[in-house]
C-alpha cells in the first residue's frame, strides 16, 4: 500500500475536532485510508450504500449512542441527510460528558453537498480534508510518465497494463454518468453529459466560455452552467480563478477550466498510452493540468491558487498566494529546455512573486532567468508541502 499523505492530517484534524469530513471523487482511496486509520483507532465502519449498514441506523440516536466511547466510520454520507441533526446532538452531548473530539469521521464524493448538508447543521463541529487520486509525491516508486498517463487512481494507475488501465477509466466515467451522477441532482441525459465532460477535456485548461459550451450541446446558458457546477460539486472538475488585483491593467476575468485527473482526460479522449498522447493535440495542456494538480495536492489548505492573464497578453498558468500576501508565481513546460515568453516576465513585472519557477519534465534545478528556476514537479511539490 501506498502512503497517503493525507494521512498525518486526518489523524491530526481527528485529534482536534469531533467530526471530520474527507471528501473526494468515488475510488480515490477514502475508505481505504479511513479504515487504515480507523484500525488504528479502533472504529466501528459503517458503508450507507449497504442495506445491512443502513439498517443499523434505523434508529440512528439509539445506535450510536452506544458507542460513543469508539470513531464511528460513516461512508458515503450524503445518502443519509437525515442524519446530519443526530450527530450535532450526539456531539454536543459528548462534549458536555468530555468527549470532545474523534467522535465520527464522514466520507464523502460530493463536495458542495456535503459541505452545505454539514456545515448548516454541524457548524463549529466539523473540519474538512479532501483526498484526490494519487500524487507525485505518494507515487516515486513508478515511472512519473504513468501517473500522467494513467491518471491517480488506483485502480488505473496499477492495473496490469495500458489497455485494462484504459478500460477501468471508460468503465469509472460510464458508472459516474448512469449510476451516480444522478443522485445529486436532477435527471441529467447521460450521454449529453459524456459530451460536455468530452468538450471540457477538448478544452482543458482553457478560459470558461459558458455560451459556447452551451451552443455546442443545443441547451441554455443556465443549463450548461449547472452541468458544469455539478462536474465541479462531484471533484472532478477544477475552476481555476482568474488573479484579480488593483494593478491598472484589464484582466480575464472568466476562469480556466480542467479535467482534474489528466488519466480521465486521456480517457475521456480515446487516448490509450504515453504513445499516443505524445502525438495528441492535448499534449501540453494535459502536461498542464495534471502539474497544477500535483501541486495543489502537495500546497497546504492555507494557499489560494490563481491563473493570471491580462489584455496585454501578461500571462502566468498558476499563482499561489499564501496568507501573508506573498505571491509564487510558476509556469508549466512539456519541454527538456523550457523557454519564457515575454508574457511571464510582463506577469512578474505586473505581481512582483516572491519566487518564480519554470516546472519541466527533467530532473535538474537550473536557473533559467534572472530570479527564475527550472525544477521537476517532484521537487516543487516537495517545497510547497515543507513551506
Not at 459516474?176 to 460536455?196: C, H, K, M, S, V
Not at 492573464?309 to 499561489?320: H, M, Q, T
Not at 512578474?348 to 519534465?361: A, H, T
Request: hydrophobic share 45%.
Amino acid at each position: 500500500m501506498f502512503e497517503r499523505h493525507l494521512t498525518s492530517r486526518l489523524v491530526e484534524a481527528l485529534g482536534d475536532s469531533p467530526a471530520v469530513a474527507l471528501l473526494g471523487p468515488r475510488q480515490s482511496g477514502k475508505t481505504t485510508l479511513a479504515l487504515e486509520v480507523g484500525g488504528r483507532l479502533g472504529a466501528i465502519y459503517l458503508d450507507l450504500e449497504s442495506e445491512a449498514d443502513r439498517a443499523k441506523l434505523a434508529e440512528p440516536e439509539l445506535y450510536l449512542s452506544g458507542h460513543s466511547d469508539r470513531l464511528v466510520i460513516l461512508d458515503e454520507v450524503h445518502r443519509a441527510p437525515g442524519l446530519f441533526p443526530v450527530l450535532r446532538g450526539l456531539i454536543d452531548r459528548g462534549r458536555r460528558e468530555g468527549r470532545r473530539t474523534g467522535r465520527f469521521l464522514l466520507l464523502g464524493s460530493a463536495a458542495l453537498d456535503l459541505l452545505k448538508q454539514s456545515g448548516e447543521t454541524l457548524a463549529g463541529r466539523i473540519a474538512f480534508l479532501e483526498l484526490g487520486p494519487f500524487s507525485s509525491l505518494e507515487i516515486t516508486s513508478l515511472p512519473q510518465d504513468d501517473l500522467w498517463t494513467r491518471g491517480g487512481f488506483p485502480e488505473s494507475l496499477l492495473a496490469g497494463d495500458p489497455a485494462r488501465s484504459l478500460r477501468w477509466r471508460q468503465d469509472f466515467i460510464r458508472t459516474y454518468l448512469e449510476r451516480d451522477i444522478p443522485q445529486f441532482g436532477p435527471r441529467i441525459a447521460a450521454e449529453t453529459l459524456r459530451r460536455f465532460w468530452t468538450m471540457l477535456a477538448h478544452h482543458q485548461g482553457g478560459i470558461l466560455n459558458s455560451a459556447q459550451f452551451a451552443r455546442n450541446l443545443g441547451v441554455d446558458v443556465k443549463t450548461a452552467v449547472g452541468y458544469l457546477d455539478l462536474l465541479v460539486d462531484l471533484l472532478l472538475v477544477r475552476r481555476l480563478a482568474p488573479w484579480h488585483g488593483t494593478i491598472g491593467k484589464r484582466l480575464v476575468k472568466s476562469p480556466k477550466v480542467y479535467v482534474r485527473d489528466s488519466g480521465l482526460v486521456h480517457a475521456l479522449l480515446g487516448i490509450p498510452d504515453v504513445e499516443g498522447l505524445l502525438a495528441h493535440p492535448v499534449l501540453g495542456a494535459s502536461w498542464e493540468g495534471f502539474v497544477i494538480e500535483n501541486l495543489l495536492a502537495a500546497a497546504s489548505n492555507a494557499v489560494t491558487p490563481f491563473f493570471y492573464r491580462s489584455s496585454g497578453g501578461a500571462e502566468v498558468d498558476l499563482v499561489l498566494a499564501w496568507p501573508d500576501g506573498t505571491l509564487w508565481a510558476i509556469e508549466i513546460k512539456r519541454s527538456l529546455s523550457p523557454k519564457l515568453e515575454r508574457g511571464f516576465h510582463a506577469a512578474c513585472g505586473d505581481l512582483d512573486p516572491e519566487r518564480r519557477f519554470v516546472v519541466y519534465p527533467g530532473s535538474e534545478r537550473y536557473p533559467v532567468a534572472a530570479g527564475v528556476e527550472a525544477v521537476s514537479l517532484r521537487e516543487l511539490a516537495r517545497m510547497l508541502q515543507d513551506r
